[in-house]
């Protein structure tokens, strides 16, 4: 694949853990570890393709409502890897961010991503994006109050720099594993001319392998943008 053609920012709705687990008799929270482990193995693949920026759709505003055990499950992954993990994000010169409504998220759980983000500010290899508590249509209207609470009217680009990824280039490519055919509240407004991809692969089941399939694709794709 020509280097001109790989996405500068890839997006990944990573949908089917659950799914994953129940097809092995086992308990959902065993599918969210086989995709934590899957989702920091992957980013890196992305990166070693030449992805600048990766944004993985971690946890919804949605997924709030799940049952306490699970969401408990799910913080208690937070704590393990994050840590470790942005350890590794410092060395490989990777700048993690964090997105969404950290309000709606444990205290000791915001005190590792704000750790994180002040560890590795500054690499410059690349971006990993984790929309953790968010909301597409939250981030579109948190936005439109901040303009509003300004008085004034804003242009599309002005706005856009006001969305929590107002730093960031919209995603070129948006990835959606477990057979699901919808965004699910995941950059609404960033997305509006993304390349969509959806699989029917479960995400613990998402390989390096089927990536670079989704790379491909993307590659063979002609964006005119509403242009001829």
Known sequence: MEGSRIPRHVAVIMDGNGRWAKKRLLPRGAGHK?????MIALSEHIFDRGVTFCTLYALSTENLSRPKEELDGLYA????????NTQTLK?????????GDRALLPADVVRLICEGEALTAGGTRGTLLLAIGYGGRQDILSAVNAAVRQGREVGMEEFSAM???????EPDLLIRTGGEVRLSNFL????????????DVLFPDFSDKELDRALEVYAGRERRFGKI
């Open 34 to 38: 086989a995709g934590m482990n899957r």
């Open 77 to 84: 992954l937070f704590r393990e890897y994050f840590p470790r």
């Open 91 to 99: 060395k490989k010169n990777i700048t993690l961010k964090v997105i």
């Open 163 to 169: 969305l929590s990824t107002g730093d960031i280039p």
């Open 188 to 199: 609404l407004w960033q997305s509006a001319y993304s390349e969509l991809y959806f699989t």
